[in-house]
């Protein structure tokens, strides 16, 4: 699958329409991208959609990627956005699921690498808040993207988020690393 | 980054979604940067316990998006105008609409315009008689079979005629009224305005006659027969104010009502394009 030529090489060939090298990019990212997806959207028919739009854009619009950061993150940022879009699009519900169980204890020795204290209160929050954490900390999405993909009100996610915060601030100023 | 890779249980449990938030989370933020672990992750992907989506049927479907070409830019104003992709790539691939016919009839127009406002009496005259005669020659260009080869197959599946037809024609008259319009404004006096309605009545009449003759046929008649008329008029009276007066306007109105009354009553015959030519 990996044929050992780097990305940005790959993109190069795909803005001068090479179509073999967008399909090594397909191979390369459309697995990845749709499991992450699928993690926040449960109708695999909308993550097959967003996948396809993701490589269309990508396609058409392949000088998008400026040349800064990973060319994994711009996918992703472009994966996102349009799964949020074909929610908006269609009128089926697309529920956030996550098994919020508290991490097994040989993770939380990973965590304490990746994130330190935060991965133990992040474990506290109500689930809602660790899904509106998740989505506008950690995947960068704005409150109204947000607010798309959880199907709340954008107020609901301002204030989630808020609350989330403070309650991240008071956890680890109370148990100092 | 951090020498921290992930395992094969750890992918499991990320592509199962049995993972914990704050171990996605790490795995999440450690895939951007990780193209080793980015592969085994995609690799699992494919594995048919954890697939989330039929890959290879999306990578055709994204093929097949990117091989057709895009809509043109017309296309994409009728679609923002409402209507449903196919009838806006049926409307938008009549040939009347590619731009090279386009300039030319702007063209046209153009140069009757400037004559009519640099050479008074004989170029509003040459003005007269070709600005009504142009949308007529459009919508007719616009259906007949024998310009748009797009359009047999079309009318043969069971999509009514009389409704790609008139799209069409609106299309054309959206498109060419603003800018004879703009046109006529060069011009001096109200003769800018007179041909309107002789417009629209042409229109109307080679719709109607499409019923019976090719409407390509129908078109060229109506407009050698307009010629005819403004020539024989100019050589008589030499004053252009004769279609201003209101029994000449009225008279258009008419006629461009009655020729659409003929064209709905006989809107039927319209399904029997085949024996044109």
Redesign the interface.
């Known amino acids: ?2 044929s050992g030529v780097d990305d940005e090489t790959l993109l190069f060939a795909v803005a001068e329409r090479d ?1 073999g090298a967008f ?1 090594v990019l ?1 191979d ?5 991208l ?6 926040r959207c449960n109708d ?1 028919d909308l ?2 959609d967003a ?2 739009d993701t ?2 854009a990508v ?2 619009r392949p000088q998008g990627f400026r040349g800064d950061g ?1 060319i ?2 711009w996918l ?1 940022g472009i994966a996102i956005r349009r799964l949020v879009s074909r929610l908006r699009t269609r009128s089926s519900i697309a529920v956030f ?8 204890a040989e ?1 939380q020795v ?2 304490s ?3 330190g204290d ?3 209160a ?2 506290r929050l109500s689930p809602e808040m ?1 899904a509106v954490i ?1 989505a506008v900390v ?1 995947d960068g999405l704005s409150a109204r993207e947000a607010a798309r993909l959880l199907n709340v009100p954008v107020s609901s996610v301002k204030t989630r988020l808020y609350r989330a915060k403070a309650r991240l601030r008071a956890v680890l100023a109370e148990e100092p690393s | 980054m951090t020498g921290w890779h992930l395992d094969d249980d750890i992918v499991r449990r990320y592509a199962e979604g049995t993972d914990s938030l704050t171990e996605g989370a790490s795995i999440e933020q450690h895939l951007l940067s990780c193209g080793p672990c980015r592969a085994r992750v995609n690799a699992a992907a494919s594995v048919t316990e954890l697939s989330v989506i039929d890959l290879a049927a999306v990578w055709d479907r994204t093929r097949d998006t990117i091989e057709v070409p895009r809509p043109s830019g017309f296309e994409r104003l009728l679609r923002a105008a409402g209507l449903p992709a196919h009838e806006a790539r049926l409307v938008a691939v009549a040939s009347a609409f590619r731009s090279a016919w386009l300039t030319g009839v702007a063209a046209i127009l153009a140069f009757a315009t400037l004559a009519a406002a640099v050479g008074h009496a004989h170029g509003l005259w040459l003005f007269l008689a070709v600005a009504p005669i142009m949308p007529c020659l459009v919508v007719a260009s616009s259906y007949d079979p024998w310009l748009d080869p797009a359009l047999a197959p079309e009318l043969v599946t069971p999509y009514p005629a009389l409704r790609l037809v008139l799209l069409r024609t609106i299309a054309v008259l959206a498109l060419a009224l603003p800018v004879v319009l703009v046109l006529g404004l060069a011009i001096p006096g109200q003769t800018a305005f007179a041909w309107l309605l002789p417009a629209v009545g042409f229109v109307a009449v080679v719709l109607a006659a499409s019923t019976w003759f090719s409407p390509l046929r129908s078109a060229i008649a109506v407009s050698s027969a307009w010629l005819a008329v403004v020539w024989l008029l100019a050589a008589r009276s030499g004053s252009p104010d004769t279609m201003l007066q209101t029994r000449a306007q009225v008279g258009f109105l008419v006629l461009a009502v009655a020729s659409f009354v003929i064209f709905l009553v006989r809107r039927q015959r319209l399904r029997q394009l085949r024996p044109w030519r």
Do not use: C, K, N, S
């Open positions: 699958m990996d179509m399909r397909y390369r990212h459309a697995g990845w749709a499991i992450r997806l699928a993690r695999p993550v097959a996948i396809q490589f269309v396609w058409q990973d994994a993150a992703w699921e996550h098994a919020g169980t508290a991490p097994a993770d990973l965590l690498v990746e994130y935060i991965g133990q992040l474990a660790r998740q950690l």
